[in-house]
């Protein structure tokens, strides 16, 4: 689950990074196409999605402190409890700017206007709704699927490794 959080974390953050780098965050998004993009992460209730994955972030921040302190888990996690939480609904409005305005630089006010008409519906409401769930469900996935094709890989290149007098990471 852990790595599953931060790998989906770090996803996140890079594609954050890319869309918002310096070429493209100077880009000129009208007003018109970024009030629609507001209204479709609205409509898309991706402040509920990042509620719901709350308890996975702040479980992935108690386990690297408590690997840092072992047997201080209860401490670490009233520790990220006081701290975290209200860092994440002080900075969630920044959040969901930065995600509005990824969705204005790749769709058109008339697109986006479509799409949150479309989430909008109660079919959309409820996909929505699930992105949440599905986005753990996702994660537990991702990270065993990952730790599979590690798996294979490893198996696969150690006899090159060896052959060319490298240990496995092992």
Not at 4 to 30: K, M, Q, Y
Not at 38 to 44: D, K, L, P, R
Not at 74 to 94: C, L, N, Q, T, Y
Not at 131 to 141: H, L, P, R, T
């Amino acid at each position: 689950m852990r790595a599953g959080v931060l790998c989906f974390l770090s996803a996140a953050g890079l594609a954050a990074l890319i869309a918002l780098s310096p070429g493209r965050a100077n880009a000129e998004i009208d007003e018109k196409t970024l009030d629609a993009a507001h209204q479709f992460v609205t409509a898309m209730r991706v402040e509920a999605t990042l509620e719901q994955l709350m308890p996975n972030i702040v479980a992935v921040m108690v386990a690297l402190v408590t690997k840092a302190n072992p047997g201080e888990g209860k401490v670490a996690g009233e520790i990220i409890d006081k701290h975290f939480i209200p860092i994440f609904r002080e900075r969630m409005s920044d959040h969901l700017d930065g995600i509005a305005r990824i969705y204005a630089f790749n769709y058109s006010a008339d697109e986006l206007r479509e799409l949150t008409l479309m989430f909008s519906t109660p079919l959309g409401r409820k996909f929505a709704d699930k992105q949440g769930e599905i986005g753990k469900q996702s994660m537990v996935f991702g990270a065993r699927w990952g730790q599979e094709l590690s798996r294979e890989l490893l198996r696969r290149i150690e006899p090159e490794l060896r052959e060319r007098g490298l240990k496995a990471p092992i």
